[in-house]
């Protein structure tokens, strides 16, 4: 099969996000996938060094400001009231609890600081707790990143005005897979609140997790929702499901990792111009194969013992790995 022919559209990707002309086809995307993983790789490698530094990689430290009791059902999610975890519910942080984690993410090297919370949509009461948190963050001299649930255009107004710089909303998989892994929100609902965070001029942090017991056409309808977002999401964060007991995911047939390096790299030359983050399930990924989705194209992680109730690679795993692949934090 002539792959070229179909996949060549890239050339003419713009630079940066600010303005998306290429559409993607679900097609086009499963005949990336489809290519030897070499030439897959040689053409990731290719875009990524056209648009980044091929050795920098930025790093952001996650917090779960809130934690568990989640009225969602999210299939993967350890946080839902409805599946039976043993994450133990904890109600919101205070912002000097949040701060003194800042500190200490800022003081590691980090450059971004994420707060999560297992909300729906947060209440106008909870958005004033968070804007209290991302005023001090904010005061640290880190980027601020949030992520809340579903937002109303009013309430990301109110979040750029505080100084959000991202606001973090996923949409997770593709439209056909959603149904099965959740029931208590569209797509649309989703595509919604993207629609709000862009409108209100922040940053757009989107993307998925694979390794759900999805087909590549799945992951492909993921990555053609994602690069034909316009603008597409500056930050792409590819999560691989960190199998949690309890949850309804829990027990799927893991994914192949080599299928999840080229996950990472079909984002990469789909969203040339946009950060495609390491993200969940790193753990479970060897130095080797790190080092593998950073040739593909991944250019930051989440940095820190934690991600929001599952654990991450250690800050010395990590530093030892970018001294031994020559990376530098950005
Ligand atoms: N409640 C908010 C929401 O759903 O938008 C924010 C937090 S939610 C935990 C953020 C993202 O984490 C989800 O969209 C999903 O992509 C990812 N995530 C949650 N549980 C995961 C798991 N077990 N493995 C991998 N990714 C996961
Ligand atoms: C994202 O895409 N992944 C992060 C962040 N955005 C908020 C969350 C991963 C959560 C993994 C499961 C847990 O730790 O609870
Ligand atoms: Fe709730 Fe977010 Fe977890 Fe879904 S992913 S159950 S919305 S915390």
Same mark, same amino acid.
């Given at each position: 099969?002539?792959?070229?022919?179909?996949?060549? #559209?890239?050339?003419? *990707?713009?630079?940066?996000?600010?303005?998306?002309? =290429?559409?993607?086809?679900?097609? $086009?995307?499963? @005949?990336?996938?489809?290519?030897?993983?070499?030439?897959?790789?040689?053409?990731?490698?290719?875009?990524?060094?056209?648009?980044?530094?091929?050795?920098?990689?930025?790093?952001?430290?996650?917090?779960?400001v809130k934690t568990g009791g989640c009225p969602?059902?999210?299939?993967?999610?350890?946080?839902?009231? #409805?599946?039976?975890? *043993?994450?133990?519910?904890?109600?919101?942080?205070? =912002?000097?609890?949040?701060?003194? $984690?800042?500190? @200490?993410?800022?003081?590691?090297?980090?450059?971004?600081?994420?707060?999560?919370?297992?909300?729906?949509?947060?209440?106008?009461?909870?958005?004033?707790?968070?804007?209290?948190?991302?005023?001090?963050?904010?005061?640290?001299?880190l980027e601020t990143c949030a992520t809340l649930g579903m937002l109303k255009p009013a309430q990301a107004e109110r979040l750029k005005q505080a100084g959000l710089d991202y606001y973090n909303h996923n949409l997770d998989t593709s439209r056909e897979f959603y149904g099965d892994v959740i029931h208590t929100r569209d797509y649309q609902d989703r595509l919604d609140t993207l629609q709000a965070v862009r409108h209100a001029?922040?940053?757009?942090?989107?993307?998925?997790?694979?390794?759900?017991?999805?087909?590549?056409?799945?992951?492909?309808?993921?990555?053609?929702?994602l690069a034909n977002l316009d603008p597409a999401p500056e930050s792409v964060p590819i999560n691989l499901l960190v199998q949690v007991e309890g949850t309804p995911l829990h027990g799927t047939e893991p994914l192949d990792p080599f299928e999840f390096v080229r996950t990472i790299a079909c984002a990469r030359i789909t969203m040339p111009a946009s950060r495609v983050r390491l993200s969940a399930g790193r753990e479970s990924l060897s130095d080797e194969m790190q080092a593998l989705c950073f040739l593909a194209g991944a250019n930051s992680i989440f940095y820190g013992e934690r991600l929001l109730t599952t654990g991450n690679p250690d800050v010395e795993r990590d530093r030892r790995l970018f001294e031994r692949l020559g990376l530098h934090a950005e």
């Open positions: 099969m002539d792959t070229h022919s179909t996949v060549s #559209r890239t050339q003419n *990707a713009q630079p940066s996000p600010s303005k998306n002309t =290429t559409v993607w086809s679900v097609e $086009a995307v499963e @005949a990336l996938f489809a290519l030897p993983f070499n030439d897959l790789i040689w053409r990731a490698q290719s875009v990524h060094r056209a648009h980044f530094d091929p050795n920098g990689v930025q790093l952001s430290t996650l917090l779960s969602e059902d999210c299939g993967y999610c350890p946080q839902s009231i #409805r599946h039976p975890t *043993a994450v133990a519910n904890q109600a919101i942080l205070s =912002t000097e609890e949040v701060l003194v $984690a800042a500190r @200490a993410a800022k003081d590691s090297g980090a450059s971004r600081f994420c707060m999560g919370a297992a909300w729906r949509s947060p209440k106008e009461r909870d958005l004033d707790a968070v804007i209290h948190m991302i005023e001090g963050v904010r005061a640290l001299g001029g922040m940053h757009v942090c989107c993307g998925g997790i694979v390794g759900m017991g999805e087909t590549r056409q799945v992951r492909a309808g993921l990555l053609t929702e």
